[in-house]
């Protein structure tokens, strides 16, 4: 799975200044920030969709569009998987209960 999303945002990378006629990411990227988070938004809501639904194949699917789209948009603000992955290592073994309830600690 990570060599999958590795592979994907190293593509993403690389298409972001290609041709908006052949490629749907440098398309996209084109239209700018806002229309990125607009369809990450709109990938994230069908997911959610398909989750209350319990549709299990449909969960899969716009997780897939949701990772995508968000790959987008971490290329589009000079951003990365590894970003992401370093932010998840500092919190590894930090309970989210206890994290929230010292942010009301002072
Ligand atoms: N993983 C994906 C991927 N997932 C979803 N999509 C596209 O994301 C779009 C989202 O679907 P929508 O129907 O919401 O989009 P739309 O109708 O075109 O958008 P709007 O005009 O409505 O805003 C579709 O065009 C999908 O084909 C993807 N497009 C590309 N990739 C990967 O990115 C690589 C590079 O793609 P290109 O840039 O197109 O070469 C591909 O080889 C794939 O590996």
């Known amino acids: 799975m990570a060599d999958t999303l590795d592979a994907l945002e190293a593509v993403i990378r690389e298409r972001r200044t ?3 006629a052949s490629s749907y990411v440098a398309k996209l990227t ?11 938004g709109e990938e994230a809501t069908e997911t959610v969709i398909a989750a209350i639904q319990d549709d299990r194949a449909g969960i899969v699917s716009e997780a897939a ?9 971490l290329a589009d ?3 990365g998987l590894d970003d ?4 998840l290592a500092r919190r590894e073994g930090v309970s989210g209960i206890d994290e929230k309830a010292s942010r009301h600690a002072d």
Do not use: N, T
């Open 84 to 87: 992401v992955r370093a932010e």
């Open 77 to 79: 603000a000079g951003l």
């Open 18 to 20: 290609g041709d908006p």
């Open 65 to 73: 569009d949701l990772l995508f789209h968000l790959a987008v948009l």
């Open 30 to 40: 084109a239209k700018g920030r806002a229309k990125i988070a607009q369809k990450l």
